[in-house]
């Protein structure tokens, strides 16, 4: 996919951006086990070394959840290629880290692990949807996604952000033990995605997402998660 980004890192639309990540009081926590899942998962379905989710904050990016390059807890904006990502209203970005592909990050660190591609798709919260950080996969094979994939990738970024959203909510309730135990819930559900995802790729030497069937049955486990979401987002109702 050929993207035009914009000139500046800085959208118009900052300050309203950077209000909605404070409000969540997620950027620069300690790890948690459910997004720590999320990535490992993504590695999975998409056979890549690395998958991430970031939050861009003013002057830095920080990754609440690393998957394959875990001593890299974040990275200043300018050097992120989510910083760039998450100033495309569109769902998916890919890209390689080149200067061609993307003039307004310094790929160095992405460069000194051999890694050439990139596809995020944004964590959009509520009520407007403003763009707070990326769920992402990296590897060091040039390659592109194709529509299926990027269907995958997006809807599992709307779970994640889904979880950040059921995360504040707990919180701001006081409610630190039903947060633990949503992670409990979300992560035994994951845990039987990841378990039938190993079964297709050994089955069929590899996960082939544009596989009708395969497609189908990845989409089904991540709408369970949505599911469990759903239900105790309901309890806030």
């Keep these: 996919m050929s993207l035009a980004f914009p000139t500046s890192l800085i959208p118009a639309t900052e300050a309203d951006r950077l209000r909605a990540l404070h409000l969540y009081q997620i950027a620069n926590t300690a790890p948690e086990p459910i997004f720590d899942a999320y990535v490992d998962w993504a590695t999975q379905l998409f056979s890549t070394p690395i998958a991430l989710i970031s939050l861009v904050d003013e002057e ?12 890299i807890t974040g990275l200043p904006r300018a050097e992120s290629m989510c910083s760039a990502a998450i100033l495309v209203d569109v769902p998916i970005v890919t890209s390689d880290y080149s200067a061609e592909s993307c003039q307004l990050i310094k790929p160095d660190v992405a460069r000194a692990l051999g890694l050439n ?5 944004a964590l959009r919260m509520p009520p407007d949807n403003v763009r707070i950080g990326m ?16 269907q995958v990738l997006q809807q599992l970024a709307e779970v994640v952000s889904g979880t950040i959203e059921l995360r504040y909510q707990y919180l701001q309730a006081r409610q630190p033990a039903e947060w633990e135990a949503a992670q409990r819930e979300l ?5 039987d995605n990841a378990t039938l995802v190993r079964y297709l790729t050994a089955r ?13 049955l990845v989409l089904r486990r991540v709408a369970g998660v949505t599911k ?7 309890g806030f109702a």
């Design 187 to 191: 992560a035994t559900t994951l845990d």
């Design 117 to 121: 591609f990139y596809a995020g798709s």
């Design 135 to 150: 769920m992402a996969v990296i590897g060091r094979e040039h390659r592109t996604l194709s529509g299926a994939e990027e």
């Design 60 to 71: 830095h990016v920080w990754f609440k959840a690393v998957a394959g390059s875990e001593s």
């Design 204 to 216: 069929n030497q590899g996960l082939n997402l544009d596989d009708p069937e395969i497609h189908d």
């Design 228 to 234: 469990v979401l759903d239900r105790r987002m309901g």
